[in-house]
């Protein structure tokens, strides 16, 4: 009578060690995976970002196939243009890049936006279970700070890709670009100076403080607006 128990009761016994067994051999994967790997298990889709500058497409379609490919990741490669006259250019190494990765189990796509804000757009895109991919060597806003730094407040995992090219050489256009940055933000700060000076010369009465305070206010207001357009 105790055997036939014991004989009903292990068939049933087994599938629940299997399943423990499982569970342990995924856990001790996970844990054998590089620390920098690990943030990949859980996601569910690549935000690949891509700069309006000549980029090497078949070495960044390698990196972005390995890194998709094991975890069964979605792609979607996001292209940023700062006029219309770079569309053209921009859909057509969108769509070079996409055909590159392209693989039956994987789901490739692009999306092309015009702007210089990379966070305004990925706000606009992010969700729950994205990794946001970008370059090393891509640098944003008036003291050049890598752009993965400043994607770091956006809360979501992200990884950079590094040693695909040479950081970006400054073009004939970005070098008038940012002498017109530096034009404009001069003439700012010299026009609230004088105006400023202006206002102290004034009788030092409450309107005395309060425009002072003002005109430092919209200053500030400024530049930081032209800064962040200007990104």
């Not at 690949?48 to 975890?71: C, G, H, S, T």
Request: net charge positive; aromatic share 8%; charged share 20%.
């Amino acid at each position: 009578m105790t055997d036939s128990t014991v004989k009903s009761k292990s068939p049933r016994a087994r599938p629940s060690i299997l399943r423990h067994l499982t569970t342990i051999l995924w856990a001790s994967s996970l844990q054998a995976l590089p620390v920098c790997e690990q943030r990949l298990v859980s996601a569910k889709r690549l935000i690949v970002l891509v700069p309006n500058w000549d980029v090497d497409e078949v070495e960044i379609a390698r990196q972005v196939w390995k890194l998709a490919m094991p975890f069964g990741l979605a792609v979607l490669f996001l292209g940023l243009c700062t006029d219309i006259t770079e569309e053209l250019s921009m859909h057509r190494r969108l769509a070079t890049l996409a055909s590159l990765t392209r693989d039956p189990r994987l789901s490739v796509d692009t999306h092309l936006e015009v702007g210089r804000n990379w966070m305004r757009k990925l706000k606009a895109i992010l969700h729950s279970g994205d990794v946001v991919v970008c370059h090393a060597e891509q640098r944003v806003g008036l003291w050049r700070v890598p752009l993965r730094e400043q994607l770091s407040k956006l809360g979501a995992p992200i990884w950079a890709l590094e040693g695909i090219h040479p950081p970006m050489k400054s073009s004939a256009f970005a070098k008038i670009k940012e002498a017109i940055f530096w034009l404009v933000s001069i003439v700012v700060i010299v026009v609230f100076f004088w105006l400023q000076v202006s206002i102290v010369r004034m009788s030092k009465d409450w309107a005395h403080s309060a425009l002072i305070y003002l005109s430092v206010l919209s200053e500030t207001g400024l530049l930081w607006i032209w800064h962040s357009v200007s990104m």
